[in-house]
């Protein structure tokens, strides 16, 4: 009966509708899953009453447990509730294509400067900027996670643990020991209840194949883009919560450890892409781009799609597996609990990364009044992310 109930609710819904509020919503997602939840509130909620806003919560809460894009990954399951498997490919379409064919078209943005006889100079401001930015999401991210002196301590943990170990591995090992330590400690009792689920392991297995294979791959062919799909997967698979999580991840392996691009380089895509609408993730088809230069444009688009479909691929496979079972699954306390120290060492890199980045950027004074003045303004949320980016460039080239 309730199976019933539900598709023909799905039925009322024409797609090309829907889709369209999808686009709606990826044009106004400014600024990181916290602001992306207010719009999918307001136009999927309020406005077109595709869920309740409590469904939108769980959704959210469920997002926030598994690895990948969080914001993506929850307006994938809005598509999965109305349409399943295929509106939900095709909401991932929608709310991410035109960001990452932008994104791709600025990884070429050194090289034309170059060509223009124009100097790089005038994008100086937009890596301390866009530490205003990692800033801003630390401190946000910070007061929601610390909640006792565990997680304070836990997010002090990642933030010290990966200051000093700058290796791609920590990363994923201190986010696991975080929620491990959230579960020893927790005095809640029957953690792992049990639930009766039947999941669609099609997807995790794919989830899985691709995992060992990339890195099977990687590891006997020495071919740049394979190199690239197995790190930009592994950061889909590794990363829970967004885009600024994944920052220090991406910037210890392609800027310390690979040296695929320089600090400025990595810190100018990362500051355009908070000027563009959109998922935070589309940051990987600039970073896939400006790892395979050297070659061909063609070899650089290339190393620019891989980079985008590989970091999106294992959230869509995980929500594809989840969804089905997510009524049964959300019963499970170990699983909530494990997440708040998950979180927690999350906070903790997303905070030591601003440091890092600003390190590497250099403490001059007009960096720092850059820095400084994107802080305010985004906490007094009087002037739009996008305007915040365009003025910053401008002072750039003006100065």
Request: proline share 4%.
């Amino acid at each position: 009966m309730k199976t019933e109930k539900k598709l023909e609710n799905q039925n009322k819904v024409r797609w090309s509708t829907f889709l369209k509020d999808v686009f709606i919503c990826s044009l106004g997602a400014y600024g990181g899953p916290e602001a992306h939840y207010g719009v999918f509130t307001d136009q999927m909620v309020i406005k077109k009453k595709y869920l309740t806003e409590e469904e939108l919560v769980e959704l959210i809460a469920l997002t926030g447990i598994l690895p990948g894009p969080s914001s993506t990954q929850t307006i994938v399951a809005i598509g999965y509730k109305m349409g399943g498997p295929l509106l939900a490919f095709l909401t991932m379409l929608v709310w991410a294509l035109p960001v990452l064919a932008v994104m791709t078209l600025l990884s070429f943005l050194s090289q034309f400067l170059g060509s223009m006889n124009i100097a790089q100079d005038g994008l100086r401001y937009i890596g301390p900027m866009a530490v205003g930015f990692i800033i801003v999401a630390a401190y946000r991210i910070g007061r929601k996670v610390v909640k006792d002196k565990i997680t304070l301590g836990l997010l002090l943990f990642g933030a010290i643990t990966t200051y000093f170990i700058r290796e791609a591995w920590i990363f994923p090992l201190v986010l696991i020991m975080g929620g491990v330590v959230s579960i020893v400690t927790s005095k809640e009792k029957n953690l792992w209840n049990r639930v009766k689920l039947n999941p669609p392991w099609v997807y995790l297995s794919t989830f899985g194949i691709f995992a060992i294979g990339s890195i099977f791959l990687a590891f006997i062919w020495d071919n740049r883009i394979f190199h690239l799909f197995e790190s930009f997967y592994r950061y889909g698979y590794l990363v829970i919560g967004g885009g600024q999580v994944v920052v220090p991840l991406m910037y210890s392996e392609l800027v310390e450890v690979n040296q695929y691009m320089t600090n400025q380089e990595f810190l100018t895509g990362f500051g355009l892409v908070q000027g563009l609408p959109g998922p935070m993730f589309s940051f990987s088809a600039y970073a896939g781009g400006m790892a395979a230069r050297g070659g061909s444009a063609f070899t650089q688009v290339l190393g620019a799609i891989v980079g985008g479909i590989a970091i999106f691929l294992p959230g869509l496979l995980l929500i594809y597996f989840i969804y089905p079972i997510w009524e049964n699954l959300k019963k499970i306390k170990g699983i909530k609990v494990s997440l708040k120290g998950i979180t927690a060492v999350a906070g903790g890199l997303i905070t030591i990364a601003a440091v890092i980045l600003m390190q590497n950027s250099g403490f001059v004074i007009d960096n720092m009044i850059v820095m400084l003045l994107t802080v305010v303004l985004l906490f007094t949320k009087k002037i739009p992310a996008p305007l915040i980016v365009v003025s910053v460039i401008a002072t750039g080239f003006v100065i």
